[in-house]
């Protein structure tokens, strides 16, 4: 029986590089916003080295002995991502490779995948991205394939897709620009690959599963009985399974806002990897979102412990923190 590889994604809550950073890594697009800039006050070397010493302890325990591939959101650029990754394979003993986009976002918070080497090889021509501009900020999709020992791809969609700050509602025709992109991706890949391709959208969407962005637009069904009775032809809606269904209603959430629990990263996969045809196939009932005790904050809620950061003061800067999302994981084989 092949290996299982376990594919994962964590928002990892503002992965900054050090305050002082050259001009090559931090354009003036970026260095200019005041905001953040002070945001970033006390962001030094140290702080940066704890951070990425919290997110490496967690991704390590994902998976075995680490994911095979990491998809990260809210990385400024491929310095700190690739700083990221040695830690990671430091902690792991995997040489994990980068894929990365930089995006045009004031903020300078992209997404990028990490890839075992020894596993995977990316497919430099089939990288892919695309951003979705709202009236606060830039979001990003990223597209990668990637291609195993046996050469079988595997086709990655790592989303990060525009927050609900400003309101749910009021911000909501965003993500559904970045829906309907997920959706043309996908059909795009079915004509170039074929209907069976093995292709796994996952990242922070901003909405759950129930929202329309996803149901509607990004074509992400709840049943997989119902999507794989769907017609196969490459003309017909693509559509996807959303694994993180079942987490709903369970108390299970992989981002608390205010004590209100909500998934809102999630996973989804395509008919390929559901009916057998396709070059992998999901492990059942594989997917999850990571919520590791060392990660949880006292409380009522079982909410994500965040880093933050130091400009935030006492109450906003935790360092034995990780993040303000729990990853999410599915394994494939």
């Not at 503002?14 to 890594?25: M, S, T």
């Not at 395509?270 to 045809?277: C, D, P």
């Not at 809620?301 to 109450?315: E, H, L, N």
């Amino acid at each position: 029986m092949p290996s299982e590889r376990c594919i994962a994604f964590w928002n990892v809550e503002n992965l900054f590089d050090q305050v002082d950073a050259p001009p090559e890594r931090r354009p003036a697009k970026i260095a200019g916003n005041r905001e953040l800039m002070k945001y970033l006050a006390g962001w030094d070397a140290a702080v940066l080295d704890r951070k990425l010493g919290q997110l490496s302890a967690i991704a390590a325990q994902l998976g075995d002995h680490g994911p095979d591939v990491l998809g990260v959101a809210e990385v400024e650029n491929a310095h700190v991502v690739g700083l990221l990754a040695a830690r990671l394979g430091a902690a792991t003993g995997r040489r994990y490779q980068v894929v990365h986009h930089d995006t045009p976002d004031r903020r300078g918070i992209d997404v990028a995948f990490l890839y075992d080497a020894a596993v995977f090889e990316a497919d430099p021509a089939a990288i892919f991205s695309r951003e979705i501009q709202s009236h606060l900020a830039t979001r990003e999709l990223l597209q990668v394939t990637l291609r195993d020992r046996r050469g079988h791809e595997l086709v990655l969609i790592g989303n990060h897709w525009p927050s609900r700050l400003g309101g749910e509602q009021e911000s909501e025709a965003y993500r559904i620009v970045a829906a309907e992109t997920l959706s043309y991706w996908h059909r795009r890949v079915r004509e170039l690959k074929g209907v069976d391709v093995s292709l796994i959208a996952l990242g922070d969407f901003n909405d759950e599963p129930f929202n329309r962005s996803l149901m509607q637009h990004a074509g992400a069904e709840r049943s997989r009985t119902r999507l794989l009775n769907r017609r196969n032809g490459v003309d017909d809606t693509p559509y996807l399974l959303n694994l993180m269904w079942p987490a709903l209603g369970t108390g299970q959430a992989s981002h608390v806002y205010e004590g209100d629990p909500n998934v809102l990263d999630q996973i989804l996969v395509a008919r390929g990897l559901l009916n057998g045809k396709g070059p992998f196939q999901l492990v059942p009932d594989s997917a999850r979102i990571e919520a590791l005790p060392a990660m949880i904050r006292r409380g009522e809620y079982r909410a994500p412990r965040p880093f933050g950061a130091p400009s935030q003061g006492r109450d906003g800067y935790d360092p034995d923190g990780y993040a303000d999302h729990f990853p999410v994981s599915v394994r494939v084989r």
